[in-house]
């Protein structure tokens, strides 16, 4: 079953006063790109994250985002550095005396030194508790994010299977009028020839020849049977379990291809008609394999 590269999951889990919850979104992309963002504590284990991002994940840009809530622990997050704290109180006083200052110097007043706070340290047991909880968090994530994007696979392949069937459809409709213009190719040629060269002067079996050559050359057939081919080689590849969209986007080209080469091949506006009708279902097929792994 296809998948699509867009999805998005949730996941928490929690233990000993630790909550971790894992957002995951997924986006089109034509390499596997997986990027992270999360607390300190856990940083560590970011290619570890990777690597289990990479099981569920063959192609596409994937966006993690870690969250770790400490607030059952009944402590803050960030502590402040004691040295930088009478620090900037010393300084302050200085200030005061120089500026000749007589108010006091005021908590508030140190406050707005952003860099007096820091994040509170996480011992080592405490990191195995959140990396514990993390791993099962961003399984669940990915459980449901792999859901959405084979609910959502179920879709394109519904879609592409009567875009691909369209084609089919058209092609077959082409391969009757091409095979319907042979004798009448053949009797224009003779008619025209005829009428500018005198017919005592004609070789019979040349201009047999001749006009055998040209009809070839407009047979579309051949074309045909590789477009029946490629049709048939993108719905069985939508069957399949594996990613197939590197797979699809080549056989598109493909289909391209021979579309073009029938329309170039074929003087005749209804059959031109269809190629052009063929070709504008092919982009919207382009379009929604660009969606899938």
Not at 179 to 184: D, F, S
Not at 265 to 292: F, P
Request: net charge negative; hydrophobic share 35%.
């Amino acid at each position: 079953m296809i998948k699509s590269m867009t999805g998005f999951g949730r996941g928490e889990s929690a233990a000993n006063g630790f909550q971790v919850s894992v957002e995951i979104k997924t986006l089109n992309s034509r390499y596997l790109d997986i990027s992270i963002r999360s607390p300190q504590s856990l940083q560590q284990q970011e290619f570890d994250i990777k690597e289990i991002v990479q099981k569920h994940i063959s192609r596409g840009k994937a966006h993690i985002s870690i969250y770790v809530d400490k607030s059952n622990l009944g402590k803050p997050d960030i502590t402040f550095d004691e040295n930088l704290v009478k620090a900037y109180g010393k300084m302050l006083e200085q200030i005061k005396f120089l500026a000749n200052i007589q108010e006091p110097v005021q908590l508030k007043d140190i406050l707005h030194f952003d860099e007096l706070f820091k994040p509170s340290e996480v011992d080592e047991s405490e990191i195995e508790v959140i990396w514990e909880n993390a791993q099962l968090a961003l399984e669940k994530a990915l459980n449901l994010m792999n859901s959405m994007r084979v609910q959502e696979g179920k879709e394109l392949k519904n879609d592409l299977t009567k875009q691909i069937t369209c084609i089919s459809d058209m092609i077959t409709e082409v391969r009757e009028l091409s095979g319907k213009r042979a004798p009448e190719v053949r009797e224009k040629l003779q008619g025209r020839i005829h009428s500018m060269i005198d017919e005592d002067k004609v070789d019979k079996d040349r201009l047999e020849t001749e006009i055998a050559l040209l009809v070839d050359k407009m047979d579309v057939n051949e074309e045909i049977i590789r477009l029946d081919s490629h049709l048939k080689f993108f719905l069985e590849a939508l069957e399949n379990d594996e990613p197939v969209g590197r797979r699809l986007n080549f056989l598109c080209q493909e289909i391209n291809r021979e579309l073009n080469t029938i329309g170039a091949k074929c003087n005749d506006s209804e059959i031109s008609h269809h190629i052009v009708l063929g070709k504008e279902k092919l982009e919207q097929i382009r379009e929604q394999v660009q969606n899938i792994e």
